[in-house]
């Protein structure tokens, strides 16, 4: 199938025309696409880490229902709506201070302050380091994710710590 075919096929909608809203008991969202409305949805980051604002929606058995090119150009409460049933789904502690990092051969030891807390995490070497301009993701030994948003706001320490990974 030609590219051209095949993204006329994905069947993207504007964030415009939609209206989400988070259903606490069920863990899942209500769609409202033109006059269309949808229970049970359940939201899918098919790129987590490098594109997080790319969104597939699928009813209760997993069809498609659309996909969001970019998730934050929702309208506020239906982005707030996504974004706390997303933030359930994918755990992705961000990292807001680095307390200390000890090295033991080719394996580095975190201790850090998170938006979830304070978290202490193992990784190997520097190919768990991955630098995506001012962002930063690190997975550790345990295969969990852990996201700098933006190098330069890390104070002068913390940016330190990191500079001795590379």
Request: proline share 5%; with cysteine.
């Amino acid at each position: 199938m030609p590219l051209i075919d095949f993204l006329k096929t994905l069947n993207l909608v504007d964030p415009k025309d939609l209206k989400i809203g988070f259903n606490e008991t069920g863990n899942a969202l209500r769609l409202t696409v033109g006059d269309k409305t949808y229970t049970g949805v359940i939201p899918v980051r098919p790129f987590p880490v490098s594109l997080p604002e790319f969104v597939i929606l699928r009813d209760a058995q997993g069809v498609e229902i659309c996909m969001i090119k970019d998730a934050r150009k929702l309208d506020s409460q239906s982005r707030k709506s996504l974004e706390s049933l997303l933030d359930k789904i994918y755990f992705i502690p961000k990292i807001v201070k680095i307390e200390g990092l000890e090295t033991s051969g080719d394996e580095f030891e975190w201790e850090t302050l998170t938006d979830r807390g304070p978290r202490k995490f193992r990784t190997r070497g520097r190919m768990s380091i991955i630098v995506m301009g001012n962002r930063i993701v690190i997975t550790d030994t345990d295969d969990n994710v852990y996201e700098i948003e933006d190098f330069w706001k890390l104070d002068r320490k913390s940016q330190g710590e990191i500079e001795s990974t590379f």
